[in-house]
């Protein structure tokens, strides 16, 4: 049995940072692929942060005649994201965060469930969806963890993990769906995006092979200086086998 790196070619296409308001990777070349998947990862909007993420091709590795490959994908926060964190800072009595989880549903597509609202209230009513910020930020947000997490009325799929007023919510079975949220005043329920992605496939016959395109790098824009953005490639379907890994580690479970 082949692993899976003898066939599948996998890059950082931009790596990890901060700071910048636009990035644009390096351009990957595809003449001995047939396909390529970008993976874009943000971490770190809020307060109605979004940036745009599309994928280009060229004529060479230096990006030369750049032209952009289908449409550009706008990543807002809040929108399907496997994890974020909400910040209890003085909550008032009927602030509140909607959540809306997501599930596979038919051929890997992910389908909304039932949005559902918690508000702050003076007491902890598991059954109204009511946690209680009548306390302490930390005593807020164990509550606003509670409510989430109970087996009647909690959101499916997500967890909510409650440590100093910070609630952290995950999937409880990771790569398993998503989730939305909106938060009602977002400088008292202060919430950030931790993983957002977004993914991109480009097939060669999609590339304009008679001008001589052969390469294809990812760029970001209209980043917020505290947002840290990444992208990976996946090239498969290798006209030949096996592919070099430029990894300074490998290994295997055998």
């Given at each position: 049995m082949h692993d899976i790196?003898?066939?599948?070619?996998?890059?950082?296409?931009?790596?990890?940072?901060?700071?910048?308001?636009?990035?644009?990777?390096?351009?990957?070349?595809?003449?001995?692929?047939?396909?390529?998947?970008?993976?874009a990862q943000v971490r770190g909007q809020h307060a109605a942060d979004d940036l745009t993420f599309a994928v280009y091709e060229a004529t060479d590795a230096t990006g030369s005649d750049a032209q952009q490959l289908g449409a550009t994908i706008t990543m807002a926060q809040g929108i399907k994201v496997t994890?974020?964190?909400?910040?209890c800072t003085t909550?008032?009595?009927a602030d509140t965060l909607i959540i809306t989880p997501y599930?596979?549903?038919?051929?890997?597509?992910?389908?909304?469930?039932?949005?559902?609202?918690?508000?702050?209230?003076?007491?902890?009513?598991?059954?109204?969806?009511?946690?209680?910020?009548?306390?302490?930020?930390?005593a807020c947000g164990t509550s606003l963890a509670a409510c989430i997490n109970d087996a009647t009325y909690g959101v499916p799929g997500v967890l909510a993990a409650a440590a100093a007023g910070v609630v952290t919510l995950t999937m409880d079975e990771p790569g398993d769906g998503a989730f939305t949220y909106v938060e009602s005043d977002a400088a008292t329920l202060v919430a950030a995006d931790c993983i957002q992605q977004?993914?991109?496939?480009?097939?060669?016959?999609?590339?304009?092979?008679?001008?001589?395109?052969?390469?294809?790098?990812?760029?970001?824009?209209?980043?917020?200086?505290?947002?840290?953005?990444?992208?990976?490639?996946?090239?498969?379907?290798?006209?030949?086998q096996p592919?070099?890994?430029?990894?300074?580690?490998?290994?295997?479970?055998?």
């Open positions: 790196v003898e066939s599948t070619k996998l890059d950082c296409a931009v790596y990890p940072q901060v700071g910048a308001t636009s990035v644009t990777g390096e351009y990957f070349r595809m003449d001995k692929y047939a396909k390529a998947l970008f993976t994890r974020a964190t909400v910040t909550v008032a009595a599930t596979f549903t038919g051929q890997g597509a992910l389908t909304a469930g039932t949005a559902l609202t918690f508000t702050a209230g003076t007491s902890e009513v598991l059954a109204s969806r009511q946690f209680d910020q009548s306390g302490t930020d930390t977004a993914t991109f496939e480009v097939a060669v016959q999609d590339m304009d092979r008679a001008d001589d395109f052969t390469h294809v790098g990812a760029r970001f824009a209209s980043i917020e200086t505290d947002v840290t953005t990444s992208c990976s490639l996946v090239r498969a379907v290798a006209g030949y592919v070099g890994q430029v990894s300074a580690y490998t290994d295997d479970a055998s």
